[in-house]
């Protein structure tokens, strides 16, 4: 069954302490891997996709790395305002037009002060 | 995003009654789509749309219908509205040329069905 875990579900950090939250997944092959921001009252917002194992993307704060079977967002000196829940989703590969993102349930980011 | 813009924000109501929730978009995208929101469960794909002619169900289509008015309007309706449809409904548009991938989400609709 394709699946996608996001761990922790929550995670306190201190301003500028740098951190990793993690997504795992399991599916029939990988057409991409895709990282949402979340604030709260609000849709989620695109952040990055990653198609294949070895690839990074950055922006600003945020760095995010690809494996076979996992990628992190990590999070480097993160401020106040990074806090928000973090949303990572697949797109299986199921041939043809392949129209779906499996969502994993999120890492609850806090930054404090 | 007030690109894409959902009514009502907010909606309590009873069970069996009949509801539409409402997606505009002005970002000129053909594609658009209806996700839900539950905690612990993450967002589901219920319907999508490619254009105007062509609607498509998701993984949980069953107690709802979806209308494309437009190119830039995707309502969702719940015929007969059930309390375990009470979640947080999200409408996003993507673009052909970036894929299905980089989708644009709407601020979403809170429904309560008592």
């Not at chain 1, 201190?14 to 029939?28: D, F, I, R």
């Not at chain 2, 929730?21 to 839900?36: F, I, N, V």
């Not at chain 2, 967002?43 to 498509?56: A, E, G, H, T, W």
């Not at chain 2, 375990?84 to 989400?105: K, V």
Request: charged letters at 25%.
């Amino acid at each position: 069954e394709d699946q996608v875990t996001q761990s922790p579900e929550a995670l306190r950090l201190q301003e500028g302490e740098s951190s990793s939250l993690n997504c795992s997944y399991t599916v029939s092959g990988l057409r991409g891997l895709f990282w949402y921001r979340q604030d709260p009252g609000k849709g989620p917002e695109f952040l990055f996709t990653l198609y294949s194992a070895g690839e990074e993307k950055e922006k600003e704060r945020l760095k995010a790395t690809l494996t076979k079977k996992e990628s992190f967002l990590h999070i480097t000196a993160p401020k106040p305002e990074d806090s928000a829940t973090y949303l990572c989703a697949v797109r299986p590969n199921y041939g043809g037009a392949t129209n779906k993102l499996i969502f994993g349930t999120g890492t609850l980011l806090a930054v404090q002060p | 995003d007030a690109d894409v813009t959902q009514t009502p924000r907010n909606r309590i109501t009873k069970t069996g009654k009949r509801i539409m929730l409402e997606c505009s978009q002005t970002k000129g995208h053909d594609r658009m789509y209806w996700y839900r929101q539950d905690p612990g469960l993450g967002l589901r794909l219920i319907y999508y749309s490619f254009d105007v002619k062509d609607i498509n169900k998701g993984e949980i289509s069953d107690g709802y219908s979806v209308s494309r008015q437009a190119q830039a309007k995707f309502s969702l309706s719940l015929e007969s509205a059930i309390p375990n449809q009470t979640a947080l409904y999200f409408c996003a548009t993507s673009d052909p040329p970036r894929g299905f991938n980089e989708q644009f989400f709407g601020p979403g609709t809170r429904l309560t069905v008592l």
